[in-house]
């Protein structure tokens, strides 16, 4: 849907940036670390083989569903950063799983797996699956509020402004 000529254009101008920035004095470049990339992607790959699980022939990973899959991928990203607050991260992946429930499950309606078929069989059976899953998406909360009120968190160092 981009004009030939635009693409053209952008794509000039980005041989002239790059030509102009090898032939300038500049700082050097910093270290790179790939920490947080690697983890990022390692969440994302995790992610997509335990939502519906996997047969890869030689391992297989069952189906997990969104309530085990989105709290495992937000923990792998978590590792990105070089300061991670477990309580936080915790809090952020029961509450962020809840919402997401939430909203692909019952605002979008997509058919998308939120939990293994053991857990399923744990409701009554009068049950719909849109009472089961705001149900869990309730549980997932709970527990969030009770790490946020129970775990101790993390003291900041007071600042004395006086």
Request: net charge negative; proline share 7%.
């Amino acid at each position: 849907m981009l004009p030939r000529w635009l693409a053209i254009g952008v794509g000039l101008c980005g041989v002239l940036l790059t030509v102009a920035g090898f032939a300038q004095e500049g700082h050097p470049l910093e270290a790179v670390s790939f920490r947080g990339p690697v983890m990022v992607v390692l969440g994302i790959l995790f992610f997509a083989a335990t939502i519906r699980g996997t047969d890869l022939g030689f391992v297989h990973i069952p189906q997990l569903g969104l309530i085990a899959a989105g709290p495992l991928a937000m923990f792998i990203g978590g590792f990105a950063a070089p300061d991670v607050r477990w309580r936080d991260l915790l809090i952020l992946s029961l509450a962020l799983t809840a919402a997401c429930m939430m909203l692909f499950g019952d605002l979008l309606n997509l058919p998308i797996p939120l939990y293994p078929q053991w857990l399923s069989d744990l409701y009554p059976a009068g049950w719909s699956n849109d009472m089961r899953m705001r149900v869990t998406a309730g549980v997932l909360v709970a527990l969030a509020i009770l790490v946020y009120f129970v775990v101790p968190g993390h003291k900041e160092d007071e600042i004395d402004v006086v």
